[in-house]
């Protein structure tokens, strides 16, 4: 699986949105980016997940650029329940994958 | 959340005992993992079933073994326990379908301290 790359921390006013980005540009053809959470020491949470297209759920957006080699998590409104380590993974389907150190959001009043 | 249980939750053990980490999932999933995260550091994959009785290798298998007699249990042994396997360890399952994407759901991690 193609590694990635984040920024280690980021701040964010609350209500603002927050955009992180991600960088994957050994990604191959079949491999899907997926985005993960970890609040406090809890199991990391699905966020979203996409291919080509940009995704969006009630969760994020999910925006892919066109040569597939970076993306960007977008959380609309930022709470402070927001505030986690952000995991950007990028996989095909099922086996292996590989998690970097994340970024660090940090939500602010 | 994904029905994904560990046990135990909490341990403390000595240097060169063995410990046995369970994962238990009640989705019928095909796909089972164990990672462990060191403060600091994101996820590192120990193992991974993909079926019953088949497994194979992550970044960081040396000195842990894994095993996997029925499809919702994916047990974790650490065979003599050293300091440096304290962790937290996080077991996660997938559904593995063919030609579908393939999210993992996450239990709620155990962590291990040993002495």
């Known amino acids: 699986d193609a590694k990635t790359t984040q920024p280690p921390s980021m701040d964010c006013a609350e209500g603002r949105a927050a955009n992180l980005p991600c960088n994957h540009s050994?990604?191959?053809?079949?491999?899907?980016v997926y985005w993960y959470r970890q609040i406090h020491s809890q199991g990391p949470q699905y966020i979203i997940h996409?291919?080509?297209n940009n995704e969006t759920n009630e969760m994020a957006s999910l925006i892919i650029t066109e040569d597939r080699k970076s993306s960007t998590l977008i959380l609309p409104h930022a709470t402070l329940r927001d505030t986690a380590v952000y995991y950007c993974i990028v996989r095909t389907n099922a086996g292996k994958s590989t998690f970097g150190d994340g970024t660090t959001l940090t939500v602010k009043p | 959340d994904a029905g994904i249980t560990q046990s135990p939750r909490h341990k403390v053990t000595e240097t060169g005992t063995p410990v046995t980490l369970r994962c238990h999932q009640t989705?019928?999933?095909?796909?089972m993992y164990w990672y462990r995260q060191d403060p600091g550091h994101g996820l590192r994959l120990i193992h991974y079933?993909?079926?019953?009785?088949?497994?194979d290798k992550g970044e960081v298998s040396d000195g842990y073994s894994v095993s996997r007699s029925k499809t919702e249990d994916f047990l974790l042994t650490l065979e003599s326990a050293t300091s440096s396997q304290t962790s937290v360890y996080f077991c996660a399952i997938s559904r593995g379908d063919s030609g579908s994407t393939d999210t993992q759901y996450f239990g709620p991690g155990t962590r291990l301290t040993v002495l």
């Open positions: 050994t990604i191959s053809g079949n491999e899907y």
């Open positions: 996409g291919l080509k």
């Open positions: 989705e019928n999933h095909r796909y």
């Open positions: 079933s993909y079926g019953v009785k088949d497994t």
